[in-house]
Nanobody
Framework: QVQLVQSGGGLVQAGGSLRLSCAVS????????MAWFRQAPGKEREFVAF??????SYGDSVKGRFTISRDNARNTVYLQMNSLEPEDTAVYYC???????????WGQGTQVTVSS
């Protein structure tokens, strides 16, 4: 069973940076497509970033500020968030999709709060 354990997040002032981590166990990491989503209070879950082997794909609201990366040696995916804005406040989730079975797996979520 694939398990995703998130770390990072917390409280930061506007303009600051945070890095989220998502450690994967129980599966074949190279077979997993990795992404980040977020959900703000009262809003639907929103796509943030998707890792591709030629670069990252990003939601419009985070382009140029966030960077997704993965470390295959550590079975971990990261989300580097720079120039944070209060509108980035949300619970952030990492997601893995098995490229063979198409099964989705989610991390437990981590709170990011950006103060103005």
């Amino acid at each position: 069973q694939v398990q995703l354990v998130q770390s990072g997040g917390g409280l930061v002032q506007a303009g600051g940076s945070l890095r989220l981590s998502c450690a994967v166990s129980g599966g074949t990491f190279s077979r997993l497509d990795m992404a980040w989503f977020r959900q703000a209070p009262g809003k639907e879950r929103e796509f943030v970033a998707f890792h591709t082997w030629i670069g990252g794909s990003y939601g419009d609201s985070v382009k140029g500020r966030f960077t997704i990366s993965r470390d295959n040696a550590r079975n971990t995916v990261y989300l580097q968030m720079n120039s944070l804005e209060p509108e980035d406040t949300a619970v952030y989730y990492c997601k893995a999709r098995d490229s063979t079975t198409k099964a989705d797996y989610w991390g437990q979520g981590t709170q990011v709060t950006v103060s103005s």
